[in-house]
């Protein structure tokens, strides 16, 4: 398959937990990397392979995987967390990339 | 610590091409991939290929074949992208970004391509 799907929005109250989730066959394969993206700025990577952050990203933030399924989940989510988030990984073949469609995150 | 910087904004026709660079500084430049990745306004990220310098390959997302030209020069550490035939759903903020395995952890800060007649 060469698509990852993620739900188009989800809210989330101040200070709650939410998880962001990313499906895909790949995804049996290949681990998902996540990305938050606010307007008008260029993405920034959150998590990266089973489920590492990078410099500075605070430990809110981890990653899970199983089966096709990939998640991003954010414990006591911030008003600063408000944004698109995007996961992608290898296709099957494993030499192209994808990205899901993104979720928008709302906080409340 | 690294940067990506692309050059700036561009317009143009329908049937044209645009050359986009991504000047790297501050790491090993041939040592990673470049990724480029196109974003329409309101849409999502789409991935379009990738070059890894060191060894002058590259892949593209199969909806781009025939359209994209990935090339580096690793004397000045710049990636380029040119997309050819361009049409109207190619006006898209156009991102370098450097990739490692399918990660991207340092991005250019985007140039917009507006394609109008």
């Known amino acids: 398959s060469s698509e990852l799907t993620q739900d188009p929005a989800v809210s989330v109250a101040l200070g709650q937990t939410v998880r962001i989730t990313c499906q895909g066959d790949s995804l049996r394969k290949y681990y998902a990397n996540w990305y938050q993206q606010k307007p008008g700025q260029a993405p920034v990577l959150v998590i990266f392979g089973k489920n590492n952050r990078p410099s500075g990203i605070p430990d809110r933030f981890s990653g899970s995987s199983s089966g096709n399924t990939a998640s991003l989940t954010i414990t006591g989510a911030q008003a600063k967390d408000e944004a698109d988030y995007y996961c992608n990984s290898r296709d099957s073949s494993g030499n192209h990339l994808l990205f899901g469609g993104g979720t928008k995150v709302t906080v409340l | 610590q690294v940067q990506l910087v692309q050059s700036g904004a561009e317009v143009k026709k329908p049937g044209s091409s645009v050359k986009v660079s991504c000047k790297a500084s501050g790491g090993t430049f041939s040592s990673y991939a470049i990724s480029w990745v196109r974003q329409a306004p309101g849409q999502g990220l789409e991935w379009m290929g990738r070059i890894i310098p060191i060894f002058d390959t590259t892949n593209h997302a199969q909806k781009f074949q025939g359209r994209v030209t990935i090339t580096a020069d690793e004397s000045t550490s710049t990636a380029y992208m040119e997309l050819s035939s361009l049409r109207s759903e190619d006006t898209a903020v156009y991102y370098c970004?450097?990739?490692?395995?399918?990660?991207?952890?340092?991005w250019g800060q985007g140039t917009l391509v507006t394609v109008s007649s």
């Open positions: 970004a450097r990739e490692s395995a399918g990660e991207m952890n340092y």
